[in-house]
Nanobody, 126 residues
Framework: QEQLVESGGGLVQAGESLRLSCVAS????????MGWFRQAPGKEREFIAA????????FYADSVKGRFTISRDNANNTVYLQMNSLKPEDTAVYYC???????????????????WGQGTQVTVSS
């Protein structure tokens, strides 16, 4: 079965940290860039971070730069999102996704991603 499964979400207070994980199964992982997106209620899906297939290039949305870190473990088909100094405005469902292009750097455009996880809820209280 082709799937991406996120985990690690939860309820935290402002200023705390969470680490999200996303495990790929049934799809090629190590040759593709990966991305994290989020969607808050009533808002459009928003790009958060992306990492190249080799893990040597990363880029972030301005809203999370300096607080969030994306990383990957190709041996275990897993991509991570370390989230520090969380704010109430970070509250959303977080999704991981696999980019459509092999050996790419990734993108901030969600239309360029072909596989999506089911999402994990992150709630930050003030």
């Amino acid at each position: 079965q082709e799937q991406l499964v996120e985990s690690g979400g939860g309820l935290v207070q402002a200023g705390e940290s969470l680490r999200l994980s996303c495990v790929a199964s049934g799809i090629s992982f190590s040759s593709y860039a990966m991305g994290w997106f989020r969607q808050a209620p009533g808002k459009e899906r928003e790009f958060i971070a992306a990492i190249s297939w080799r893990g040597d290039t990363t880029f972030y949305a301005d809203s999370v730069k300096g607080r969030f870190t994306i990383s990957r473990d190709n041996a275990n088909n897993t991509v991570y999102l370390q989230m520090n100094s969380l704010k109430p405005e970070d509250t959303a469902v977080y999704y991981c996704s696999r980019h459509r292009a092999k050996y790419g750097l990734g993108s901030s455009r969600d239309t360029e991603y072909t596989y999506w996880g089911q999402g994990t809820q992150v709630t930050v209280s003030s």
